[in-house]
Structure formats: C-alpha cells, structure tokens
C-alpha cells in the first residue's frame, strides 16, 4: 500500500513536472512569434507616409515628469496635462506579487523566480477594473505571455496598463476613445498564459515615458491603506 502511494505522488510530480517544461515551451515559442510580428509591423510601418499634422493621436510630452509627491524643477505655470496624475486603486483585492525589476519574485506557474515588472492583484474572477485616471486608450490587444491587455496614456506621459483580462468588447471602449478615472474598462480573467496557475488576479502595470514604473508609488497611501491587504507571502 505504501509503495502504491509512493508511485502515486512520483507520478504527480512528473506530471508537475512536465506541466512546468509544457508551459515553458509554449512561452518561448509565443515569444519568438511576438518578436517576428514586431519586426514584421516595424518594416511595414516604415513605409507609411508620415502622419498629417492635426490628427487624434495622443499627445506625447518629452519633458521631464517626476512622481507624486517628489520635488521637480517644473515650471509653476505648466499645463496640467504635462504634470503626472495621482493615480486611484483599479479595484479592490489582495496584493501578492510586487513590482521588481532587480529582486526576482516567485513565479508559480513556472516554478522559478524572476524579476516582475508589475503588481499582481487577487481579486474576484470577472471583477470590475477601472481606469486609474483620466487618458486616452492606446492599445488594446492579445498579450502573448499575459494575455488580454488595455492601455491607457495619461497626464506626464504616464501609462497604465492592465493585463490578464477577460477578452471582451466594451461598449464605448476602443483605441484613441477618452476614458474617465473610475471608468469601467475590462474584468479580471484568466488570460496570462505565464501566470495560469495563480488564482484568479489583475497584472498591472505602469509606464512613465516608457519606463517600467511601479504602480502603487502613483497611488496615495490611503487608497492603498482602503482598498488593497496584503498576505503573508507577499513579497514586497
């Protein structure tokens, strides 16, 4: 009897095991196609013509932003759309997976630890998520490793990004459309091919000028403090 259990969890474990080099495979094969597609739209899009002056497209500031509450050397009298917005919490859930691009974090799906470019929040499967601030929508796309993902320029040039979401069309949600603070704009899924293990959570993720930022530095202390916990595995 003994020796059966023992079989049983050998053979659990390969399994595991295999799951694991399955899912590695399929990442890196999704990523040699994302890379081949990239350059494929890069060719392509070399040889458009350039944009007419006037168009919808997004402003673009090239100034220099600085986050909440730290001192810059901006003018008093700049505009309010080249100042960094404060940003408000996208939903409410349980923060367990930190924004670190220099200590790898734990990832369970492919049972290894590597740097985490965003904060992944636990949150009810199907859950409201909401835009963080007021900006225009730049992409919404198939992520090939984190699934459906919705973008949005704000104020600074400051992105927020929100990623492992349901694949659905909202109404009144497209690309170049302007969406408000609080503004409904997908639902929690189960979409990020490289975090299919983890309960069911939003990856998100900001960008300043193009930068990996940390999300919740743009958020204020008491939103944080209302509308996220944190477990005891967190790794912050």
Do not use: W
Request: hydrophobic share 40%; glycine share 8%; proline share 5%.
């Amino acid at each position: 009897m003994e020796n059966k259990k023992q079989t049983n969890e050998a053979q659990r474990e390969e399994r595991a095991r295999a799951n694991r080099i399955l899912y590695l495979v399929i990442a890196l094969i999704l990523c040699l196609g994302a890379a081949i597609a990239g350059i494929a739209a890069s060719v392509t899009s070399g040889r458009r013509a350039k944009p007419v002056a006037g168009t919808d497209a997004p402003a673009v500031t090239t100034g220099s932003e600085t986050a909440p509450g730290t001192e810059g050397s901006r003018d008093a009298a700049a505009e309010p759309e080249d100042r960094v917005p404060t940003l408000s919490a996208p939903l409410s859930g349980k923060v367990y997976r930190a924004h670190d691009l220099t200590v790898p974090v734990y990832s369970v799906t492919l049972d290894e630890y590597r740097v985490h470019n965003g904060v992944d929040i636990l949150s009810e499967a199907g859950g409201d998520v909401r835009a963080m601030a007021s900006g225009i929508v730049t992409e919404i796309s198939d992520h090939p490793l984190l699934g459906h993902s919705v973008s949005v320029l704000h104020a600074g040039n400051l992105t927020s990004i929100y990623r492992n979401l349901v694949p659905e069309e909202i109404d009144g949600l497209a690309v170049g459309a302007s969406v408000v603070a609080g503004q409904v704009i997908g639902h929690v899924g189960d979409t990020a091919l490289v975090e299919c293990c983890d309960e069911p959570h939003l990856h998100l993720e900001t960008t300043l000028s193009g930068v990996s930022v940390d999300p919740l530095d743009y958020v204020p202390e008491e939103s944080i403090a209302a509308s996220f916990s944190y477990d005891e595995s967190f790794e912050g």
